[in-house]
Antibody, heavy 124, light 107 residues
Framework: EERLVESGGGLVQPGGSLRLSCAAS????????MTWVRQAPGKGLEWVAN????????YYVDSVRGRFTISKNNGRGSLYLQMSGLRGDDTAIYYC?????????????????WGKGTTVTVSS | EFVLTQSPGTLSLSPGERATLSCRAS???????LAWYQHKPGQAPRVLIY???TRATGIPDRFSGSGSGTDFTLSISRLEPEDFALYFC????????FGGGTKVEIK
């Protein structure tokens, strides 16, 4: 079974840092772009960042660029999101997702496997 | 800014009825790169449709997607008890944007 499990969420003070992890099983993340998506309380989903199969290309939503860093360790089958300079509006459930395979270079795609999410709360 | 507007916000229907969900884009969705997902509380979202009309692997044929350009529709021909959930659309032709979602609830 192809599965993604997020961890690392929690309560952090404004301005603080947190590192989210996502462990993949049942498939190799080296063959897929991977993505982080978040959902703030009472809001819709927001794409946060994604990373190419080999980790060479990364894309971010404007609101997190310069504060968040996405990375992956293909050997460990893990995806990460290093978050710093956290703000109240970063409070959300963070989902890790696998992007479907595509034939040509395309930085944005649909997600065919998702995790259940990990909750990040930014509050003093 | 690319905006996806889903309507209605909530759809109250009975099992066996047909559900029609709308997703309207603020600009043309490139190559009809539009997906639909189902999300139940505490569970991982599940892709239903991609490319506006292609069913994902394992998705029952009561789910169908249609539309092009700026107007897209997800139809569920006969609602099963397990279909009551939140549904959201996503475009991936120009960056990546999600709609606000439609909740399908039991009437």
């Amino acid at each position: 079974e192809e599965r993604l499990v997020e961890s690392g969420g929690g309560l952090v003070q404004p301005g603080g840092s947190l590192r989210l992890s996502c462990a993949a099983s049942g498939f190799s993340i080296s063959r897929h772009w991977m993505t982080w998506v978040r959902q703030a309380p009472g809001k819709g989903l927001e794409w946060v960042a994604n990373i190419k199969e080999d980790g060479t290309d990364k894309y971010y939503v404007d609101s997190v660029r310069g504060r968040f860093t996405i990375s992956k360790n293909n050997g460990r089958g893990s995806l990460y999101l290093q978050m710093s300079g956290l703000r109240g509006d970063d409070t959300a459930i963070y989902y890790c997702a696998r992007e479907a395979a595509r034939e040509a270079y395309q930085p944005y795609y649909y997600m065919d496997v998702w995790g259940k999410g990990t909750t990040v709360t930014v509050s003093s | 800014e690319f905006v996806l507007t889903q309507s209605p916000g909530t759809l109250s229907l009975s099992p066996g009825e047909r559900a029609t969900l709308s997703c309207r884009a603020s600009q043309t969705v490139s190559s009809n790169y539009l997906a639909w997902y189902q999300h139940k509380p505490g569970q991982a979202p599940r892709v239903l449709i991609y490319g506006a009309s292609t069913r994902a692997t394992g998705i029952p044929d009561r789910f169908s997607g249609s539309g092009s350009g700026t107007d897209f529709t997800l139809s569920i021909s006969r609602l099963e008890p397990e279909d009551f959930a939140l549904y959201f659309c996503q475009q991936y032709g120009s960056s990546l944007t999600f709609g606000g979602g439609t909740k399908v609830e039991i009437k």
